[in-house]
T-cell receptor
Framework: DGGITQSPKYLFRKEGQNVTLSCEQNLNHDAMYWYRQDPGQGLRLIYYSQIVNDFQKGDIAEGYSVSREKKESFPLTVTSAQKNPTAFYLC????????????FGSGTRLTVV | AQSVAQPEDQVNVAEGNPLTVKCTYSVSGNPYLFWYVQYPNRGLQFLLKYITGDNLVKGSYGFEAEFNKSQTSFHLKKPSALVSDSALYFCAVREGGATNKLIFGTGTLLAVQP
């Protein structure tokens, strides 16, 4: 079945460490997105990519980095510069067609220990 | 700029009663509107969308939404609520233009009491 897979489901990070969250899709979607969700809050866009080897900052890109070397993959690195990284991270993908919605992964919960 | 608003942080309804989760939007041009549901510690799941045509859109799990152009609203409805409908609901509008991103509302927590 086609879908979008995020791993790991739970991730623990020590202070000062970089960690990378994986997002893989086999839907042949052009665009991919990373969102951050904090308890009781909505979704905030971190980065998005509409095509391979190109990506744009979202609303809260500071302390995060991404790459898009393959159409299927859009990993997110949470760097030590991100001062409050504990959150639920969601990856999504979509065709670049206005009538098309997003398909979401099941999320990664990152906790700083 | 495109935007979407969900005026209620939480909606409480008794099981078996009808439910409505409100959404209003602001767009230039034709709106492409979406509803998603999120269960705890899960990703968002697509419920339904309005692109064009009939103002009443039917979706998954017995949900429907009514598009009202004059009131710029796209309210989510269900005739008879279930306890299992308790979740976080997000309304979204397609941004259009070069980016085509979805703009999400802040979410409404639906609590259905037995």
């Amino acid at each position: 079945d086609g879908g979008i897979t995020q791993s790991p489901k739970y991730l623990f990070r020590k202070e000062g460490q970089n960690v990378t969250l994986s997002c893989e899709q086999n839907l042949n979607h052009d665009a991919m997105y990373w969102y951050r969700q904090d308890p009781g809050q909505g979704l905030r866009l971190i980065y998005y990519s509409q095509i391979v080897n190109d990506f744009q900052k979202g609303d809260i890109a500071e302390g995060y980095s991404v790459s898009r070397e393959k159409k299927e993959s859009f990993p997110l690195t949470v760097t030590s510069a991100q001062k409050n990284p504990t959150a639920f991270y969601l990856c999504a993908s979509s065709m670049s067609i206005p009538t098309y919605g997003y398909t979401f992964g099941s999320g990664t919960r990152l906790t700083v220990v | 700029a495109q935007s979407v608003a969900q005026p209620e942080d939480q909606v409480n309804v008794a099981e078996g009663n009808p439910l409505t989760v409100k959404c209003t939007y602001s767009v230039s041009g034709n709106p492409y509107l979406f509803w998603y549901v999120q269960y705890p510690n899960r990703g968002l799941q697509f419920l339904l969308k309005y692109i064009t045509g009939d103002n009443l859109v039917k979706g998954s799990y017995g949900f429907e939404a009514e598009f009202n152009k004059s009131q710029t609203s796209f309210h989510l409805k269900k005739p008879s609520a279930l306890v299992s409908d308790s979740a976080l609901y997000f309304c979204a509008v397609r941004e259009g233009g070069a980016t085509n991103k979805l703009i999400f509302g802040t979410g409404t927590l639906l609590a259905v009491q037995p």
